[in-house]
């Protein structure tokens, strides 16, 4: 069995990441017609639980700054995702934290493939 790298792991999270602060910018504007969407946060944790998988297998090989910028992104998705779900605010915070799930999973990325060419 192939042993999957950190670059895959990377392009899963900056995909995720992406996604998902696609989702969280267009999907209010989707809610404005009348199509009958409304709000789950439940897609909101399926894409923050795949992040989580990938900044999980990312950390332990990456640098302190990389590692720091992904866990402080996460961990602003998910209080965010929380107080969604538990307490049904929206927290601006989701977007601060996609975007640096994106910066992070990029330096990763750079970095990896600077040290192995």
């Not at 989580?52 to 866990?71: G, R």
């Amino acid at each position: 069995m192939k042993k999957l790298t950190t670059p895959f792991y990377d392009i899963l999270g900056i995909s995720s990441a992406t996604i998902c602060l696609v989702h969280c910018l267009i999907f209010p504007l989707l809610t404005i017609l009348p199509l009958g969407l409304s709000h789950n946060p439940i897609i909101d944790l399926l894409f923050a639980s795949i992040g989580l998988f990938a900044i999980v297998k990312i950390t332990k090989k990456s640098t302190l700054l990389v590692s720091s910028i992904l866990i402080v992104s996460m961990s602003l998705i998910w209080i965010s995702i929380l107080a969604d779900l538990f307490l049904e605010i929206h927290l601006d915070l989701i977007y601060f934290g996609g975007i640096g799930m994106i910066i992070g999973h990029l330096i990763n990325y750079k970095l990896h493939k600077k040290k192995h060419d």
